[in-house]
């Protein structure tokens, strides 16, 4: 399945279609491209190669190094992707591809990898990638310990030992078999720097990032701007890329916007309130659907959560549809799941499971043993977006009879729900999404998991998932285990989801191009953004 | 001599209100919920690689020990590092401090531009229509919020005249008419409130001095308008007006927060307001002190002026 499909573009002139490549025309196009300077051919469209791509996002990055505890899902990851390419590409919908490693063996019953890396390939400084390289980037994030993110000490945990096999070739000895070391590298896991990145004690803001990717860095301002140009050198070659990309972090979302209608921007990540003012503005608008959702994370250890049926009456009690038109839109759909609909995971006839019906909750809050209601503890982040959408929830369950009790604190502090002693007995918040489909059912419902503070909802979670965590990505036995998880979590009500999330972007009609829903990341790819000609 | 032992105190008065601002800010950040080391380790950190952080960032040290190895470096000129960024707090100030400083020194300008003309001549010209226009102008732009004055430039002349832009700071280096243009709006913004604040001050002194014998003597020598209004009548004015010029400078330095958002602006107040969200101490404590010692020295300016525009001031 493509996730390409699932991108909606609207807006005063709609979307632009790419023409389709004729190859009896192709010879035209080429010399056309030879005579225009700046604009040139790729993919039967002409784009615009002299013009920087300026992008005002909502979130920015603190150091560039892949391995500094800042640099995950929250962050922006389009400077990275542009900057460092992966061992392993995840192509849009999360399949593993060839990356820098050209292919791959899986064997000793998943306890080695070897990687065959591309030849020819040379970082932005010069170097040539070798498997002494690939191999020196491992062992730097292994000695980090805690040091480096969660997402890295979970991705190296199992690595015991690697040997260089040849130039290009190594083998990843593990501790125990693991079928997810692909998605790993398809990620931040799998971004590679060059020697020259890797001196004693890089790490964080001392660490230069110098990588293979399409665009080299020029100069980085922390949490500011990150302004690259474009590695004509690049293995795949330039590919019709802007000259520049320009990364601007704005939080203020009519900031953005104002940006881009005054055009220091052409492009900017918008707020859903404000897709209509976008359109007003003459802006075409592009929804992203991605494998990101709105979520309750539930403290199963709390006497009324415990208890499925409470936690069924919840879900019953909610009426999605009402939350996602109020408070998306547009750019969300209700949903039980954690995938978008675009998802290979996507089961669309889970959706059914749990319908709004506040009579049904009352009958089953009674059926629990909560006939005269029940308070629950919902630790609420203090934004304007989390307080109106707990407010909406707090009118739907108090109907039913449940109480939402507010315990507030700033965004950085949700740990606090899954530290010991745990703080308040729900959590709501973005779920982000990751590379791998089982990585969120490890993080978010299996025993231990990083989102899930105590327990689990149903015994059949953690089997199913340590079952599927044996099984190599392409096996077809692999996705039906994930639907079954995911069968079981919408049943046992291991989490309580709402609506999805998109990437809502905005640029003037026309002007770009490529900017396909990535489903592996909570950000999309930039990678491959075109520009058109005459847009600057 | 004098000026110089008068310097020298006003200077050494500042230590101890040092002290007391970075003792006080260290207080209070401590007794603020919150735990620094989670969101150092990042979003889904392990407990250990939590504890991890905190040992390694010193947090796990009584609360004196934390502010004694505080203090003691930053009388060495170290104000630490940043615990999200990793870098030099010395340095993310410095790298923000010219974008704040840009806004404030703009937006005084713009303030002193246009309140020293009106205010002069609305005192001249008092309870004329100009006069009265002038009470009612600067009555609105007293009670105009910031935030509401600045979006209505953006959304009159960036957004629907396309005149300047609406956001974004560009270094002077970079691009000097970018900067001087990314900067009208802005300074625009916190300046019209200045203005307002000091044409009401400096018509009222004006008024009061301009009854006073010495002027109507100077006017009797058959001084020349000009000579009366600014020479004898501004300058003797000059005191209360920078007293109130002093507290706008203090007020715009926390106003520029809100400002930097609407411009998308990455001054010292949005790596403050960063700071205080992701409890970034070092960089807290680290604006707090550097916003301390600028407000100080806007005071000393300000005593010291006073002993310009009146030397009673310095023989006391």
Known sequence: MDGVSKQRCNGAAGGRRRAPFRPGL?????????????????Q??????????????????????????QSQSSFSQEVFLALFDTLVRLDAAGNPKPGLAESWRIGDGLTTLTLSLRRGVRFHDGAELTAEVVKRNTERIIALGTRTSGTMVEAFRSVATIEILGAHELKLMLKNPNGQMLYHFGSIAGMVASPASLTEGAYGANFKPIGTGPYRLKSFESNVRTVLSRNDDYWAGPQGRPAGFEHHYVPDGRARLNALRSGQANIALIEPRQIAEAKGAGLQVQINEKNSVWDIYVNLSRPQLGNLKFRQAMMHAIDRQALAEALSFGSGTPTVQFFARSSPVYDPALENRYPYDPAKARALLAEAGFKDGAEVAHLLLNTTEYRTLAEALQAMLAEVGIKLKFDVVDASQFVVFRRPPTRADILMARWGGRPDPLQVFQELVSTGGSFNPVSVATPEIDQLIEKARGMVPDDPERLKLLRAIAKV????????????????????????????????????????????PGCK | MIAFGYFGRRVASTIPMLVLVGLITFLMLHLTPGDPAAVVAGENASLEAIEDARHRLGLDQPFVVQFVRWF???????????????????????????????????????????AIPLGVFAAVQRGSWLDRGTILVTSLGIAAPEFFIGLLLVLVVALEFGWLPATGYVPFAENPLEWALRLILPSLTLGVGIAAELTRQVRGAMIDVLSRDYIQTARAKGLSAFSVIIKHGLKNAAIPVITVLGLQIRRLLGGTVIIEQIFAMNGVGSLAVRAVFHRDLPVLLGVALTTAVVVLVVNLLVDLSYSYFDPKVRAG
């Open chain 2, 72 to 114: 003691s470096a930053v009388l060495s000129g170290d104000l630490g590092i940043s615990f999200t960024s990793g870098k030099p707090v010395t340095e993310l100030i410095f790298d923000r401090m010219p974008i704040t400083l840009s806004l404030t020194a703009g937006a005084t300008l713009i303030g002193l531009f246009l």
């Open chain 1, 26 to 42: 192709g010879w035209l196009a080429i010399v056309l491209g030879l005579f225009v300077a700046g604009p040139v051919v790729a």
């Open chain 1, 489 to 532: 979590s919408v049943e046992f009500v291991a989490n309580i989801p709402l609506m999805s999330r998109s990437n809502v972007y905005a640029y003037r009609p026309g002007c770009i191009s490529g900017l396909d829903p990535y489903l592996p990341q909570g950000d999309d790819r930039f990678n491959d953004v075109k520009m058109a």
């Open chain 1, 44 to 69: 039967g469209a002409a784009t615009n190669t002299t013009a920087t791509l300026i992008y005002y996002d909502a979130v920015g990055n603190e150091t560039l190094d892949p391995a500094e505890t």
